[in-house]
């Protein structure tokens, strides 16, 4: 769809994966695992581009 829409929802809540993320990775680090800890963090990102029909798009997840 190529249609851009002015409206939105707006939401209210809590990051719970932001937060138990950032608990996991600080676990990690006390413990001295900080390889895995810089791994943990690149797959966790939250936008992730894909490809589809030609066209890029940013997926904020």
């Given at each position: 769809d190529?249609?851009y829409?002015?409206?939105?929802?707006?939401?209210?809540?809590?990051?719970?994966?932001?937060?138990?993320?950032?608990?996991?990775?600080?676990l990690?680090?006390?413990?001295?695992?900080?390889?895995?800890?810089?791994?943990?963090?690149?797959?966790?990102?939250k936008?992730r581009?894909?490809?589809?029909?030609g066209?890029?798009?940013?997926?904020?997840?």
């Amino acid at each position: 769809d190529d249609t851009y829409l002015e409206s939105y929802i707006s939401t209210i809540g809590v990051d719970f994966v932001s937060i138990a993320t950032s608990a996991i990775i600080v676990l990690i680090l006390i413990v001295g695992c900080i390889d895995y800890a810089s791994s943990f963090i690149l797959l966790l990102q939250k936008i992730r581009t894909i490809e589809q029909d030609g066209k890029t798009i940013k997926l904020q997840i």
